[in-house]
């Protein structure tokens, strides 16, 4: 399931995503801070539920979720505000919300609303829809990060965070997914985009080593040599020989 957390208060985001990370559900969480950036999300990733935040800057919830609804009518909003007012609660059910919860929620009460969102959402898919379309998905995810990043510093916190996992989960989910760790991963994306760089006679080793992550050339010969048998050097002398 999609979940977008629309909040202005970041507390509220990371207890909601270290309870599904804890219970392990196979929940995939998007963030927003506002109401115009929840409603640029919500058309970019099209969440299945949403948790939000009634004031916050700029667009307010009850704004943004009337926008959302007229684009995404099927998506499960859930108003989890600070504001015990009797208007915001009727307005909100009365634009199509599943309920109007208080913060601060307890764990138990988050456990219980995340759990009934995932039964909703159950209901909703067809059945052959299965949780590996869900992890699978999780994984692409994370192979994009690499992709798109693999040239700068890249730490298992950033990626694991990209995709709504907590680091120590993703760590195990990936390797479990992929059967590599996702440190061995990182290297052979980068060794690979190396090697194709030797192709080109004007770029040094120096020059290579920085453009795919590695800062320090001598550390990027022995991952280099570790992961192809070869030093970068014989590598290349090899290309020209051939």
């Known amino acids: 399931m999609k979940l977008l957390i629309v909040d202005d208060e970041r507390m509220m985001k990371e207890y909601t995503k270290y309870v599904i990370q804890?219970?392990?559900f196979p929940v995939l969480v998007f963030e927003a801070s506002n109401g115009e950036e929840a409603i640029a999300m919500a058309e970019k990733v099209q969440p299945d539920a949403i948790f939000m935040d009634i004031k916050m800057p700029q667009v307010n919830?009850?704004?943004a979720m009337e926008m959302i609804k007229k684009s995404l009518p099927e998506a499960i909003v859930v108003f989890l505000s600070a504001y015990d007012k009797f208007e915001y609660a009727q307005k909100a059910l009365r634009l199509g919300a599943l309920d109007y919860i208080l913060k601060p929620i307890n764990?138990?009460?988050l456990k219980g609303l995340l759990k009934r969102l995932l039964a909703l959402k159950q209901q909703q898919e067809p059945p052959e829809v299965k949780k590996e379309t869900v992890e699978d998905d999780l994984i692409?995810?994370?192979?994009e990060y690499v992709e798109a990043n693999y040239q700068n510093k890249i730490h298992l916190q950033d990626v694991s965070e990209y995709v709504g996992l907590s680091p120590t989960y993703f760590s195990k989910f990936f390797k479990k997914k992929t059967e590599v760790n996702f440190s061995?991963?990182?290297?052979?994306v980068r060794i690979e985009k190396a090697k194709?760089?030797?192709k080109n006679p004007n770029l040094s080793i120096y020059q290579i080593s920085y453009t795919v992550g590695?800062?320090?050339v001598s550390y990027f010969s022995i991952v280099?040599?570790?992961y192809t048998g070869i030093t970068p050097t014989g590598y290349r002398r090899r290309l020209m020989t051939k």
């Open 140 to 143: 692409v995810k994370a192979k």
């Open 22 to 24: 804890e219970e392990g």
């Open 214 to 216: 590695y800062e320090d």
């Open 61 to 63: 919830g009850l704004e």
């Open 224 to 226: 280099f040599q570790k």
């Open 107 to 109: 764990p138990e009460d």
């Open 184 to 188: 061995n991963y990182l290297n052979q």
């Open 196 to 198: 194709e760089l030797m």
